[in-house]
């Protein structure tokens, strides 16, 4: 069966990195648009970024964009999303999902907190 296991949060100082990781198993990860969407404490759920089949393409929410980048590497079944310049803004559980004909399946998250 499906499945979507993310690893790499935790408590970051606000300025500092942080690169999450998605382990994709169940189906053929080079075949599926793949994406990060998080919840932040209290929040409803927010569209992070987007990375196409053959990852030529990526999307980012304008909140993230020029800080987060999204990667994958289909060799691995693997997504990843390297978060740099981090602020208390970002703090939330990051989910990975993947897409066909809309957000299908998500991970069960990794938190990121955000604190000095």
């Known amino acids: 069966q499906v499945q979507l296991v993310e690893s790499g949060g935790g408590l970051v100082q606000p300025g500092g990195s942080l690169r999450l990781s998605c382990a994709a198993s169940?189906?053929?990860?080079?075949?599926?648009?793949m994406n990060w969407v998080r919840q932040a404490p209290g929040k409803g759920r927010e569209w992070v970024s987007r990375?196409?089949?053959?990852?030529?393409?990526?999307y980012y929410a304008d909140s993230v964009k020029g800080r987060f980048t999204i990667s994958r590497d289909n060799a691995n079944n693997t997504l990843y999303l390297q978060m740099n310049s981090l602020k208390s803004e970002d703090t939330a559980l990051y989910y990975c999902?993947?897409?066909?004909?809309?957000?299908?399946?998500w991970g069960k998250g990794t938190l990121v907190t955000v604190s000095s």
């Open positions: 990375m196409v089949i053959g990852g030529s393409t990526t």
């Open positions: 999902v993947r897409e066909y004909d809309g957000l299908d399946y």
């Open positions: 169940g189906f053929a990860f080079s075949t599926y648009w």
